[in-house]
C-alpha cells in the first residue's frame, strides 16, 4: 500500500513499526522524554514506546512545553521514526523546528487525514523523505 | 494563504544581524507558517517561560543563541527555573542535572533576559499596556495578560518565546486579532451565594469549573458584583488555565474589555450560557482534592501563582507567631522576597516553620521529600491540579486559613463558608 502525504516540516525518512494512537496525547507529563515511552496512565496505550515507531497522532492535547519534550527525544535518539499528523500542532512540531535549527537529524512530520491511520496499524511503515508512506 | 516576510525579516532571517536572530527570526517564521499566519507583527514584551529545565536538548538550544550573539529584542522576563537561586530552599536536582540547568540560567541572563524568575510577572513590574501585542508563555501570566492587563497574547511555548523575544515579532494570528478576543460563552455565578463570592475560595474553584466548561472558548463571567481583587483574578485564571485551554477569560464590569458582558460578547448570542449552581461549585471545589487518607497532612504548599506581598500580609496575620507542625512552602518571587527580608519578615516566617521558596516552585523541581502516600493540602487551584502527577503527594484543597490552621494541627480542618 503506498500514499502520498503533505510534508509539515521536512527531515529524515525512515522505516518503523506503526504505532497508530488511539487517543490523543499531551507530550509534557504524557510521553516519558528520556526513553519515549508513553507515561500518561489515563492513555489507552501506556506503556507503549514512540521511539523509533512511525507514529500516527489523531491529535495532541496542547501542553506548550511538547515541543521541548519532542525535542529531548530527538536529542537523546529516543524520537519516533517519522510523526503523521491529522492536523499541524505548531507547538509539538516547533520541536522538530528547533532541531533542525540546531543542525540535528530530526524525522520527517507529514499530513494525512485521520480515517486512513487504520490501514497501516501493525504494518511496518517505510517513510521516504518526500512524503511517501509505504506498508509492507 | 502563505506567510510574507518584510524585506527587513527576511535579511535578519538570512543572517544579516548574526546566526542567533536569524535562528529566531526563522523559528518564529516557520511557527507562523504552520499557524496559517499572513505576517509577523511587532511585540512590545515577552516573557520567557522555556528557561526551565526538562532536559539537556533546551541548554543546547540556548547556548547556541548565545553563541550566535542573539539579544532579546523587547523586555523579556524570565518565568520560574528549576533551582532556588536566592538559596531559600533546597532543591533536590544533583550533578549533570543540576549543572544543566545551571547553564540554562546563565544562557537566558546572557541573552538580556530579565532575572524575575516568577510566574507572576505582572506583580512583579512587567505589566504591558492594554491592547498592545506581546508574546508571553506559562499558562497564567498569559491568561492574566491578556484578561487583566487586556494586552494581546497567545499561549507560547518553549522556544517559541524566546525566538519571537530575538526576532521582537510574534505570528498574526489567534489572540492578537480583535475579532477572536469576544466572548462566544456565558459563565453566569449570579446563583452563588454573595458570602461564597466574597470568599478567597471562590476565585480558584470557580476558575477550574470554568476551564473544564470553556475549554479554548473565549467567555464572559456575568453576575460579579465586585472587583475581587487582583490576586483573586490571579487564582482564577491560573486554575482555568490548568483545567483547559483558557487563553482569555471576560469578567463583566471587571476585566478591561468587559465594561458590560453586551461589550464582550460584541453584540453576538452566545454559543452557549452555562448557570452555574451551587452544586456544580461544590462538586468542582470536591474535584480538586484527591487525597483518600484525611486524617492527616504531610506538607502544606502554597504559592501557585507566586505569593503577592499582599498573600504573604494575609499568611502571617493567620499564622500569628504560631509554630506549624509540618512542612510549609510558601513560593514566591525575588520581587516579594527582597520586600519580606528588609524588616526581618522572612526570619520571622522562617521560625514559625514556613519554608520560602524563591525562583521556582514545588511542582516543577523537586523540593518536596519522596514520600508514598503524602497528602499535601493548598490552597492553589493550580498546584491541586498538578502535584499529584508531579509530586506523588495527593492533594487537600482548604483555604489559605484552613491550610495554616491544618499546619499548626497537622491534620486537615476546614472551616469553610458553603457555595
Redesign the interface.
Known sequence: MNTQAEI??PGQGGEGEALVLDAPISF??GVD??TGRIADVRHPQCGQDIAGRVLFLPGTI?S??????L??L???GHAPAALVLHE?D??L???L???R??GWQTPIALRLARESFGAFQGRTVQVDDSGGLAAA | MALDLSPEERAIAGGHRGGGAA?AM??VA??GR??GAPRLIPIASAHI??A?Y?????T??AE?LVEGGAKAAVRSTLNVGALDLMGCSKVRLEGVPREMARRMTEAYRKLGCEQSWTCAPYQAGHRPAQGSDVAW???NAVVFCNSVLGARTN??????DIACAIAGRAPDYGLHRPENRRATLVFDVSALPASFLAGETAWPILGSLYGREAGNAVGVVTGVAHHPGEDALKAFGAAAASSG?VGLFHIAGVTPEAPDAATALAGSEPDAVIHVTAQMAAAARAALSTAVKTDAIDAVAIGSPHLSLAEFDALERLIGGRRLSVPFYACTGRHVLTVLEQDGRRSALEKSGVTIVADTCVVVTPILPTLAGGVLMTNSGKFAHYAP??TGYSVLYGSLGDCVESAVLGRPVFSEIAA
Open positions: 509539515l516540516v509534557w507529563g522524554a528520556g496542547g506548550s512545553s511538547a515541543s521541548a519534550v525535542l529531548e530527538v536529542h537523546n499541524p505548531a507547538i512540531l516547533l520541536g523546528i528547533v532541531a535549527e540546531m | 535562528i526563522r523559528i516557520e511557527s504552520l499557524l517561560d522555556g526551565l526538562h532536559g539537556d536538548s533546551g543546547l538550544f547556541r508563555g506559562e499558562s499561549r507560547y511555548g518553549d522556544f517559541l485551554a502527577g508531579n
